[in-house]
Nanobody
Framework: VQLQASGGGLVQAGGSLRLSCAASGRTFSSYAMGWFRQAQGKDREFVAVISGSGGHTLYADSVKGRFTISRDNAENTVYLQMNSLKPEDTAVYYC????????????????WGQGTQVTVSS
């Protein structure tokens, strides 16, 4: 699976951005998809995950209620809608894929996209 993330940029605190991650392959709906982020000088951290069917999602506490993960299996794309952005959301955001939902959450053995920079100014 090849993943291509896009949609990052510079936004003021309180603003919104929508990230997209386009996946190659014909079995996209078989994969759980997730988003991670890595701020400068920090470890990569889990943000959100969605099951292959889209029926099950999980969020990090730090983004719950502000971010929404969704997917369009017809378009082989997963999205991350980010609202009420805070300066602490500044990071490089990566999309990830794995056949197992919990594997995505654990962050090991995933397919990874190249990352897209999100910068939130105060």
């Amino acid at each position: 699976v090849q993943l291509q993330a896009s949609g990052g940029g510079l936004v003021q605190a309180g603003g919104s951005l929508r990230l997209s991650c386009a996946a190659s392959g014909r079995t996209f709906s078989s994969y759980a998809m997730g988003w991670f982020r890595q701020a400068q000088g920090k470890d990569r951290e889990f943000v959100a995950v969605i099951s292959g069917s889209g029926g099950h999602t999980l969020y990090a506490d730090s983004v719950k209620g502000r971010f929404t993960i969704s997917r369009d299996n017809a378009e082989n794309t997963v999205y991350l809608q980010m609202n009420s952005l805070k300066p602490e959301d500044t990071a490089v955001y990566y999309c990830a894929a794995a056949l197992n939902f919990n594997q995505v959450v654990g962050g090991r053995g995933n397919y990874w996209g190249q990352g897209t920079q999100v910068t939130v100014s105060s």
